[in-house]
Protein backbone atom coordinates (compact mmCIF):
# COMPACT_ATOMS: atom_id res chain seq x y z
CA UNK A 1 0.00 0.00 0.00
CA UNK A 2 1.33 3.44 -1.24
CA UNK A 3 1.10 6.33 1.71
CA UNK A 4 1.51 9.42 0.58
CA UNK A 5 2.18 12.98 3.75
CA UNK A 6 1.98 16.35 2.38
CA UNK A 7 4.22 19.28 3.80
CA UNK A 8 4.66 23.24 3.39
CA UNK A 9 1.37 24.18 3.46
CA UNK A 10 0.87 27.70 5.01
CA UNK A 11 -0.42 31.05 5.17
CA UNK A 12 1.01 33.47 2.35
CA UNK A 13 0.43 37.07 0.92
CA UNK A 14 -0.60 37.44 -2.77
CA UNK A 15 2.79 37.54 -4.94
CA UNK A 16 4.54 34.99 -2.62
CA UNK A 17 5.60 31.40 -2.90
CA UNK A 18 5.23 27.65 -1.25
CA UNK A 19 6.71 24.98 -1.79
CA UNK A 20 5.16 22.02 -1.45
CA UNK A 21 6.59 18.36 -0.55
CA UNK A 22 4.92 14.24 -0.90
CA UNK A 23 6.87 11.86 0.83
CA UNK A 24 5.48 8.33 -0.73
CA UNK A 25 6.18 5.37 1.44
CA UNK A 26 5.32 1.70 1.55
CA UNK A 27 6.05 -0.92 -1.87
CA UNK A 28 4.50 -1.16 -5.12
CA UNK A 29 5.12 -2.69 -8.28
CA UNK A 30 5.37 0.74 -10.25
CA UNK A 31 4.21 4.03 -9.42
CA UNK A 32 2.28 5.25 -13.18
CA UNK A 33 2.16 8.63 -11.93
CA UNK A 34 2.44 11.27 -8.96
CA UNK A 35 0.74 14.82 -8.53
CA UNK A 36 -0.77 17.34 -7.21
CA UNK A 37 -5.14 18.77 -6.97
CA UNK A 38 -6.68 21.02 -5.13
CA UNK A 39 -10.25 22.09 -3.60
CA UNK A 40 -11.17 25.16 -2.55
CA UNK A 41 -14.13 25.38 -0.21
CA UNK A 42 -17.38 25.08 -2.45
CA UNK A 43 -15.68 23.84 -5.24
CA UNK A 44 -14.74 20.47 -6.81
CA UNK A 45 -11.08 18.91 -6.33
CA UNK A 46 -9.13 20.19 -9.46
CA UNK A 47 -6.06 19.04 -11.27
CA UNK A 48 -2.81 21.29 -10.45
CA UNK A 49 -0.05 19.22 -11.97
CA UNK A 50 0.56 16.26 -12.41
CA UNK A 51 4.57 13.57 -13.46
CA UNK A 52 4.32 10.51 -15.20
CA UNK A 53 7.01 7.95 -14.46
CA UNK A 54 8.20 8.51 -18.21
CA UNK A 55 8.81 12.42 -17.02
CA UNK A 56 5.73 13.89 -18.58
CA UNK A 57 4.58 16.97 -16.84
CA UNK A 58 0.99 18.33 -17.12
CA UNK A 59 -0.29 21.62 -15.58
CA UNK A 60 -3.68 23.17 -15.27
CA UNK A 61 -3.94 26.11 -17.39
CA UNK A 62 -4.70 28.17 -14.37
CA UNK A 63 -0.99 27.48 -12.82
CA UNK A 64 0.88 27.38 -15.86
CA UNK A 65 4.06 29.53 -15.60
CA UNK A 66 3.55 30.02 -11.76
CA UNK A 67 4.14 26.40 -10.76
CA UNK A 68 6.53 23.74 -10.90
CA UNK A 69 6.37 20.22 -10.02
CA UNK A 70 9.17 18.43 -10.01
CA UNK A 71 10.66 15.05 -8.00
CA UNK A 72 13.52 13.46 -6.35
CA UNK A 73 15.85 10.63 -8.44
CA UNK A 74 14.01 8.02 -6.42
CA UNK A 75 10.76 9.33 -7.25
CA UNK A 76 10.08 8.88 -3.70
CA UNK A 77 9.08 12.76 -2.79
CA UNK A 78 7.36 15.17 -5.23
CA UNK A 79 7.66 18.77 -5.09
CA UNK A 80 5.20 21.75 -6.20
CA UNK A 81 7.05 25.17 -6.54
CA UNK A 82 4.33 27.56 -6.50
CA UNK A 83 5.11 31.51 -7.07
CA UNK A 84 3.29 34.61 -7.59
CA UNK A 85 0.31 33.02 -5.60
CA UNK A 86 -2.77 34.68 -5.82
CA UNK A 87 -5.67 34.28 -3.62
CA UNK A 88 -7.84 32.60 -5.67
CA UNK A 89 -4.85 29.87 -5.31
CA UNK A 90 -6.16 29.40 -1.86
CA UNK A 91 -7.60 25.57 -1.38
CA UNK A 92 -6.41 22.18 0.56
CA UNK A 93 -3.53 20.77 -1.87
CA UNK A 94 -3.54 17.30 -2.22
CA UNK A 95 -0.96 14.59 -3.18
CA UNK A 96 -1.87 11.72 -5.62
CA UNK A 97 -0.37 9.01 -6.56
CA UNK A 98 -1.30 6.08 -9.34
CA UNK A 99 0.05 2.43 -8.66
CA UNK A 100 0.35 -1.30 -9.22
CA UNK A 101 0.34 -3.82 -6.93
CA UNK A 102 1.34 -5.83 -9.05
CA UNK A 103 2.32 -6.53 -12.58
CA UNK A 104 -1.15 -7.84 -13.70
CA UNK A 105 -3.10 -5.32 -11.34
CA UNK A 106 -5.17 -2.76 -12.24
CA UNK A 107 -4.02 0.94 -11.47
CA UNK A 108 -4.66 1.89 -7.40
CA UNK A 109 -5.32 6.02 -6.60
CA UNK A 110 -4.02 6.63 -3.45
CA UNK A 111 -4.43 10.37 -1.96
CA UNK A 112 -2.62 12.01 1.11
CA UNK A 113 -4.44 14.24 3.57
CA UNK A 114 -3.44 17.29 2.11
CA UNK A 115 -2.14 20.76 3.26
CA UNK A 116 -3.44 24.24 3.29
CA UNK A 117 -2.55 26.91 1.36
CA UNK A 118 -3.97 30.46 2.30
CA UNK A 119 -3.21 33.06 0.06
CA UNK A 120 -4.16 36.97 1.44
CA UNK A 121 -4.35 39.88 -0.19
Known amino acids: QVQLVESGGGLVQAGGSLRLSCARSGSAFSINAMGWYRQAPGKQRELVAT???????NYADSVKGRFTISRDSAQNTVYLQMNNLAPEDTAVYYCSAEWRRTVRAGITRSWGRGTQVTVST
Open 51 to 57: ITRGGDI
